[in-house]
């Protein structure tokens, strides 16, 4: 499955984006999906994920409370909504996507990663 990045952007902190992700060549239903970020001279963080069902979903505790993830099969795509941004929120953010359905917090859990997509939170 290919994976395409989109919606980040510079906002002031406080503000909200949502990010896509849209999957081409399979259907994205069969997939667990995460969202990672790495920011400046950061390694790559986890931020979320949600199971192919959409029954189960985690957070990173920096991010839990103001960012929400969700899937829309039919679309083929899956969701990040981000409010109140931080300054500390600035990052590329990476979707990705696991044949194995579940969700997962582990980087080397998944085996499809999209290009990213800059986010920047201005103070």
């Known amino acids: 499955v290919q994976l395409q990045a989109s919606g980040g952007g510079l906002v002031q902190a406080g503000d909200s984006l949502n990010l896509s992700c849209t999957a081409s060549?399979?259907?994205?239903?069969?997939?667990?999906t995460g969202w990672f970020r790495q920011g400046p001279r950061k390694e790559r963080e986890f931020v979320s994920s949600?199971?192919?069902?959409?029954?189960?979903?985690y957070y990173a505790e920096s991010v839990k409370g103001r960012f929400t993830i969700s899937r829309d099969d039919p679309k083929n795509t899956v969701y990040l909504q981000m409010n109140s941004l931080k300054p500390e929120d600035t990052a590329v953010y990476y979707c990705a996507a696991r044949l194995m359905g579940g969700a997962s917090t582990m980087p080397y859990d998944f085996d499809s990663w999209g290009q990213g997509t800059q986010v920047t939170v201005s103070s």
């Open positions: 949600i199971s192919s069902t959409g029954e189960r979903i």
């Open positions: 060549g399979r259907s994205l239903s069969i997939y667990g």
